[in-house]
């Protein structure tokens, strides 16, 4: 158990609809990041948010949208939904923003879009 | 094209054989890693390396950064089913905030 918690653990919807993923980090972790892993793409590095602001965006799609709550918890907002979007979608946290701080993933959500 | 390669794309093995598995790239790495995921779990790290030409081990496992810190290798000795996974490097360029993965080995070692 890496102590960071996803919810919820499978989400079915249809095309066009708008889902949230939820995150809650480690204890004492102020860094979350949020990954996508499709079997065709690999692990695909969304964005990044330390102490409630983003600091680095990756490949993150404009009907995408996150943010960092001052509790440290950190919701994906995923919206317009495509067949496409189906993935597993992992946060992962750290103590510290920069790339030398260990990473700590959760367990992930699966996104099925039909 | 992907940032950083990895190969083999898929392994699969008897218990007790060894193994070597790649991830290249053209581009120098400030700092690599590398993680093992599991079925229905998340990526965990197993090591990070930093200076060209290191090597670390890590029981069964031997991790090395090439002289020019634009690949690595990951040699597990005596692999066992417990090996079994798929396995991930990440590459951090200029120190920067995030990583970016490899698209993975996928290792099967069958008892």
């Known amino acids: 158990d890496s102590g960071v918690t996803q919810t919820p653990k499978h989400l079915i919807t249809a095309t066009g609809q708008r889902v949230t993923l939820r995150c809650s980090p480690r204890?004492?972790?102020?860094?979350v990041y949020w990954y996508q892993q499709s079997l065709d793409q690999g692990l695909q590095f969304l964005i990044q948010?330390?102490?409630?602001?983003?600091?680095a965006k990756g490949n993150i799609l404009e009907r995408f949208s996150a943010q960092q709550f001052p509790d440290l918890h950190s919701e994906l907002n995923l919206s317009s939904l495509e067949l496409g979007d189906s993935a597993l979608y992992f946060c992962?946290?750290?103590?510290?923003?920069?790339?030398?701080?260990?990473?700590?993933f959760g367990p992930g959500t699966r996104l099925t879009v039909l | 094209t992907q940032l950083l390669e990895q190969s083999p794309q898929f392994l699969s093995i008897q218990e007790g054989e060894n193994l070597t598995v790649y991830c290249n790239s053209s581009?120098?790495?400030?700092?690599l890693q590398w993680y093992r995921q599991e079925p229905g779990e998340g990526p965990v790290l197993l090591v990070t390396?930093?200076?060209?030409?290191e090597v670390k081990k890590l029981k069964r496992l031997t991790f090395q950064f090439g002289d020019a810190r634009k690949d690595s290798s990951l040699h597990i000795t005596a692999a066992q089913p417990g090996d079994t996974g798929l396995y991930l490097c990440?590459?951090?360029?200029?120190?920067?905030?995030?990583?970016?993965f490899g698209p993975g080995t996928r290792l099967s070692v069958l008892p």
């Open positions: 992962a946290s750290s103590v510290g923003a920069g790339g030398a701080f260990e990473q700590f």
């Open positions: 204890s004492g972790d102020l860094s």
């Open positions: 948010y330390y102490n409630g602001e983003e600091r």
């Open positions: 581009s120098v790495f400030s700092s």
């Open positions: 390396v930093v200076t060209g030409g």
């Open positions: 990440a590459g951090n360029r200029n120190y920067g905030q995030n990583f970016v």
